[in-house]
């Protein structure tokens, strides 16, 4: 059975750091690529940051240069470190778990930015 298990959502102030994990079990998950996700209330799902299973890696514009999208395959983990975290950040944050066939989604860590 396959299972993504997230944590490190959290409530924290604007500019305060953030890590998410996302433990994969029941899949080789280095022949996976990975996407967070995040969601606010009201709007649709949007993605955030990807990284391949060999390591290419692409963020949302509106994260750049704040989040950082990592994976550890020995442990079957993929993270996103959250920096300077901002009011418009809060979300529900989702990873999925893909490759050509196949798509498993966590079941989601809230993450609230406010002062």
């Known amino acids: 059975q396959v299972q993504l298990v997230e944590s490190g959502g959290g409530s924290v102030q604007p500019g305060g750091s953030l890590r998410l994990s996302c433990v994969a079990s029941?899949?080789?998950?280095?022949?996976?690529?990975m996407i967070w996700y995040r969601q606010a209330p009201g709007q649709e799902r949007e993605s955030v940051a990807s990284?391949?299973?060999?390591?290419?890696?692409k963020y949302a514009d509106s994260v750049k240069g704040r989040f950082t999208i990592s994976r550890d395959n020995a442990k079957s983990t993929g993270y996103l470190q959250m920096n300077d975290l901002k009011p418009e950040d809060t979300a529900v944050y989702y990873c999925?778990?893909?490759?050509?066939?196949?798509?498993?989604w966590g079941q989601g860590t809230q993450v609230t930015v406010s002062s």
């Open positions: 990284i391949t299973s060999f390591g290419p890696i």
């Open positions: 999925n778990v893909l490759d050509l066939t196949r798509s498993y």
């Open positions: 029941g899949i080789a998950f280095a022949q996976y690529a």
